[in-house]
């Protein structure tokens, strides 16, 4: 319809003016070319040289530097000073290098904007200076290097960052601009300019056409500059009248555009500026099609216009520093900012970076002791950091450190006796010295030793400091902190942040500076790991077997690390512990048919709210369905007709038994397949009178409350005619799982200890085993549903006894599952527990089954009272208020002392491995040792 709008612009713009090819040359890139042809022109004092005897660099390559002191290349700053901001029309004084002089004067016909030059003096004769003059003026006084322009049409400029707040500029922080010509249709060829502090707009400008329809107002209303690139503006006017570079020299030389307005065949490095004898390399990314400014700052690789320490071309300058470093074409700037990273992050002394090694060895009492009441205690005559002090011995008014001890560590040979002041056995002559109220320096000493070559360091325990070596940290710094982790939801860092204001109020201005946070962060886990705790006692229950409590309550907490911090072990899978086929969910329960299953439940709790949930009442048609059903099962048939009452509902005294038998829980849930068990069945077959003999029932309520329930609302002594024919078969149902199953051998095993699990009193016995249902998805309706965290491990899984005592601690690699339980018991656990108490204790019942069922088959799975009601598909058996012999016990210990993790959950959650196991074995050993003693 309308021609192309390229070929339309193509007729009106007016070819560029010809000019020699060495001139153009001169300005911008050509391809396979240096950046910039230095041959004719004249070296100043600043120019970039290279002396072939020192082989000193005087100034980077490819770069304009634009500086008060020493001009070359380009022009000088604008003199802002106080003497020149009256006058608008003083023009502006420009020294280009000459080839007869070292430099000459000359005078623009420009005069400096009014916008930028400052007002009038008011009547108190102040200067006001907006930002863009503000600005100038502080990058007039920066020194050599403060403005940098690439040679030729100068398409990069680095400037440093303002900080107004101080009215001077950033140390450590550059912007770097970056421009390309673009034809408009009316204004005509015009420089555009962007700057790294708006990514958005520079990355849309320098992949645009370099040609436009719309109006350069338009462009600059769409695009408002920044404070960089207003002041930009001004000294690309200054070089480009010094160096007569024009936009329509951008569109001399054919090359092929790309998306960021740069030849294809430029490198992708060269130095941008210096920060002292730092370079900073400009780095181009193909990923991000963005320039950046890489530099090395505080030991770190660190991206000025990303303003991170790893970014697409932090990442593209060290993928060029280790691969290209044979490349003739390889920058040697590239070398050289590699040489600096590597020999900053050389072991320095008082690097943050270097690893604190603590000094200290002997292990230090978890109570208070008398050195610490003796050494921290302030006399009542004196100041508080005056008292602290007081016992540490001086010499010439400095604190010293010597060690007490008279063994060696090493070889346990005696210790030199001399003096070590005497004899200068210094191991430090300058070590910060810190308790809550005191800051200040003294000197380490050791003793070597008579009968080896070692020496022994000042360990500090006597005096109650902790000896890291070119710091000492007070035990009161240390124990506050560890009272505070113990009781409160204090963080680390927050208890620092405390300290420190603690110690600006005493005058220690110098704090941050001498005791940083990683020295108290090193110190207290050096610390933490020197105290005299006994694990395998306090996480025993002394009312518990040795070998294991026989009642555990068992339950996992969302307590945990980031998966990052830990790699799991790329295990083997082992061989099948067993092969064989156990007995399957059709081999345990009584009714197969799920259908008959959830009639003969609404048969017995028609209408009733049953543990928090409603059921509808039977149908004539389905209560006759019912029955017809139940002609599979003679037994249980003759037991209905028994006690049905010619109504679609069973009374409630059957509900209990007829509920259980209704689920699809195993026999052995609520018929328990014990010895005892079995005699009390036997008896109730036979038809003894139960309720004559204390002993059998007592027994039958203990270990069957489900029969006991149905017998007790019964009128006779003994179990109904109807009712023994059921029993046999549910005896029978019970002893199921357990017949021809394997008994497992493990003497030929290895036994691992588990990854992230912590149970000293109760070692590993024998290896979890591999079995075939391991393999098979467990189809179980009982199950817990949590998402779980994004970034964090589920949790850890805590094992109680009933007496309140945590015997360890398992940290979940997947969601809380019946194999985490199952794994605890099978390789802690010589014998199983009688009584296990879970939340989720049916599904844990069917999984034991399903793997090794004779280990647990004498092993009774509760449900604690709280989860109770969640499980309305499961018998009776599970439900513990059904156990009289079990009403006191507290089930709700685990769920308790779980809360209480809580407390240090956000001081844990982004530890590592090590440091969270250190932790959360430290906070439950303390919790322990108290409940044991307030038994004792």
Request: with cysteine.
């Amino acid at each position: 319809m309308a021609e192309n709008v390229e070929e339309i612009l193509s007729k009106r713009i007016k070819p560029p003016k010809k000019q020699s090819l060495a001139h153009l040359r001169k300005k911008i890139i050509s391809p396979g070319e240096f950046p910039y042809d230095l041959s004719e022109r004249t070296r100043s004092k600043c120019a970039y040289s290279v002396n072939k005897a020192t082989e000193e660099i005087a100034s980077p390559p490819g770069m304009t530097v634009l500086s008060e002191p020493s001009i070359s290349q380009s022009i000088i700053m604008p003199p802002l000073m106080s003497e020149n901001l009256t006058n608008n029309t003083n023009p502006v004084n420009l020294h280009v290098p000459d080839e007869d002089s070292t430099s000459t004067s000359c005078q623009l016909s420009e005069s400096i904007p009014n916008e930028i030059v400052a007002p009038e003096r008011d009547i108190q004769s102040e200067f006001f200076l907006n930002e863009d003059q503000l600005y100038l003026n502080m990058l007039c006084k920066g020194g050599t290097q403060t403005v940098s322009i690439s040679d030729g049409l100068g398409l990069f400029m680095v400037l440093p960052d303002l900080d107004f707040t101080k009215a001077q500029l950033k140390r450590d922080c550059y912007v770097l601009l970056q421009r390309k010509a673009v034809y408009f249709q009316e204004a005509g060829a015009k420089w555009l300019c962007t700057c790294s502090c708006q990514p958005i707009w520079s990355k849309e400008i320098m992949s645009s056409s370099s040609w436009m329809c719309s109006s350069f107002e338009d462009f600059m209303t769409l695009y408002p500059p920044c404070l960089h690139r207003r002041v930009c503006s001004f000294i690309y006017e200054q070089y480009d009248n010094l160096h007569q570079c024009s936009p329509a020299d951008y569109f001399a030389v054919q090359f092929e555009e790309t998306e960021h307005g740069y030849t294809a065949s430029s490198v992708d490095a060269e130095e941008a500026t210096r920060i002292e004898s730092v370079p900073v390399v400009r780095i181009w990314s193909s990923s991000s099609k963005t320039h950046g400014l890489v530099t090395v700052l505080r030991r770190k690789y660190y991206c000025f216009c990303c303003k991170k320490n790893y970014c697409d071309h932090v990442k593209k300058c060290k993928h060029l520093s280790s691969n290209n470093i044979d490349d003739d074409n390889y920058p040697p700037v590239l070398q050289e900012l590699t040489d600096i990273y590597n020999s900053e992050n050389e072991t320095l002394p008082n690097s943050t970076s270097t690893k604190i090694i603590c000094h200290s060895y002997e292990k230090i009492p978890f109570g208070p002791t008398e050195a610490l009441t003796r050494v921290f205690s302030p006399p009542p005559t004196r100041v508080f950091s005056s008292g602290i002090m007081q016992n540490v011995q001086r010499h010439d008014d400095t604190l010293v450190f010597i060690p007490s001890n008279t063994i060696c560590k090493h070889c346990s040979g005696r210790l030199d006796s001399d003096d070590p002041i005497e004899n200068k056995w210094i191991a430090g002559s300058n070590v910060t010295v810190v308790t809550k109220a005191f800051l200040g320096n003294g000197i380490v000493y050791y003793r070597p030793c008579l009968d080896c070559d070692s020496v022994t360091l000042f360990d500090g325990q006597d005096h109650c400091f902790l000896n890291m070596g070119t710091y000492l940290v007070g035990y009161d710094i240390l124990r506050s902190y560890m009272h505070g982790f113990l009781h409160g939801r204090r963080p680390l860092y927050t208890f620092y942040s405390v300290f420190v204001d603690d110690h600006y109020d005493y005058g220690n201005e110098k704090i941050p500076e001498l005791f940083s946070y990683h020295k108290l962060r090193s110190a207290w886990l050096s610390f933490l790991k020197l105290l005299d705790i006994d694990f395998e006692n306090g996480f025993s229950c002394p009312d518990c077997p040795q070998d294991g409590p026989d009642i555990i309550v068992c339950d996992g907490t969302s307590l945990s690390f980031q998966r990052r911090m830990w790699s799991w072990k790329n295990t083997e899978v082992p061989k099948k512990t067993s092969s064989k086929k156990n007995s399957g969910f059709r081999e345990r329960v009584f009714i197969q048919e799920e259908k008959t299953r959830k009639l003969l439940h609404r048969y017995a709790t028609g209408g009733d709210i049953h543990r928090g949930k409603q059921t509808s009442v039977l149908t004539i048609q389905e209560k006759n369905e019912l029955m017809r059903y139940l002609q599979s099962y003679p037994a249980l048939y003759l037991f209905i007709k028994s006690i049905d009452n010619g109504t679609v509902k069973l009374s409630s005294k059957f509900s209990n038994f007829i509920t259980s038998l209704a689920s699809k829980s195993p026999v052995c849930g609520y018929i328990h397949p014990s010895e005892e068990v079995g005699k009390l069945i036997q008896s109730l077959v036979k038809g003894v009178d139960v309720k004559c003999d204390y002993v059998l029932w007592q027994s039958l309520h203990n270990h069957i409350p489900v029969l006991f329930k149905l017998l007790d609302n019964s009128s006779g002594n003994s179990a109904p005619a109807d009712l023994r024919p059921l029993l046999h078969e549910l005896w029978d149902l019970s002893l199921q799982p357990f017949d021809n199953c394997d008994i497992i051998d493990d003497s030929s095993y290895p036994v691992e200890a588990e990854e992230m699990s912590f149970f000293p009193a109760l070692s590993t016995c024998r290896p979890r085993g591999h079995y075939g249902m391991d393999e098979k998805k467990s189809d179980n309706s009982c199950h817990k549903k949590y998402k779980g965290h994004p970034s964090l491990l589920p949790g850890v899984f805590t094992v109680y006894c009933p007496h309140g005592i945590c015997y360890g601690l398992q940290v979940m690699q997947t969601m809380e599952s019946p194999n985490v339980p199952f794994t605890i018991l099978r390789t802690r656990f010589k014998k199983a527990p009688k009584v296990v108490i879970y939340d989720n204790a049916c599904a844990l019942h069917a999984y034991c089954l399903n793997r090794d069922p004779d280990f647990f088959k004498n092993t009774i799975f509760l449900v604690d009272r709280l989860h109770w009601d969640n499980h309305v598909g499961c018998s009776c058996g599970y439900c513990l208020d059904m156990y009289p012999m079990l009403k006191e016990l507290n089930s709700q210990t685990n769920e308790q002392a779980n809360a209480g993790l809580k407390r240090i959950k956000d001081q844990l959650s982004y530890m590592t491995a090590e440091n969270f196991m250190q932790h959360c074995c430290f906070y439950l050993w303390n919790k322990n040792m108290k409940y044991i003693n307030m038994k004792s």
